[in-house]
């Protein structure tokens, strides 16, 4: 990364609405960067190198019925699909877990497209990756 934060090699424009952040690590599972959903960690490797990631706000706003939502149909069903099924993955500043270094949270795809039904109904695959403690931090040390 050079001085004025661009990345080497890599020609990238600014979205319309909200950021890119870059230099985040995986901690307690791992990333499968063609399915772009989480995974079991491999053995002996505790931190992954997170993929460039777009971070942008969202209303929770109730929306009334026939209003303006400023989204198209399909980006708000997947938004809620994925609210559904995705895991909600906390940033931390530093590896200390508390609300002190909470940043933000961020869904992630807990599972991939198509995965089959988990025999046990009481666990989620976003319950799973709770349980795991899996996190983005933006320093390891």
């Given amino acids: ?3 004025d ?4 090699g890599k020609n990238i424009t600014p979205p319309n609405e909200g950021v890119y952040i870059h230099g985040l690590y995986l901690e307690g599972a791992g990333w499968n960067k063609q399915n772009r959903n989480l995974e079991e ?3 002996k490797e505790l931190f992954y190198h997170f993929p460039i990631l ?3 706000a969202t209303s929770t706003a109730v929306q009334e019925k026939g209003g303006p939502t ?11 699909l994925l ?6 993955c906390p940033v931390y500043k530093y590896p200390k877990r508390n609300d002190k270094y909470l940043i933000f949270n961020c869904l992630l795809k807990a599972e991939p ?24 931090l933006c320093c390891k040390d």
């Avoid at 934060?5 to 080497?8: F, L, P, S, W, Y």
């Avoid at 400023?70 to 708000?76: E, F």
């Avoid at 497209?113 to 025999?119: F, L, R, S, T, V």
């Fill in 83 to 88: 609210e559904k099924n995705g895991f909600k």
């Fill in 54 to 56: 777009h971070v942008s």
């Fill in 5 to 8: 934060g661009k990345i080497e």
């Fill in 113 to 136: 497209q198509g995965a089959p039904q988990n025999p046990n109904k009481t666990m989620t695959a976003p319950m799973k990756w709770r349980l795991c403690g899996a996190c983005l």
């Fill in 41 to 43: 960690s491999q053995p």
């Fill in 70 to 80: 400023g989204m198209g149909g399909n980006k708000k069903q997947d938004l809620a």
């Fill in 1 to 3: 990364m050079t001085d």
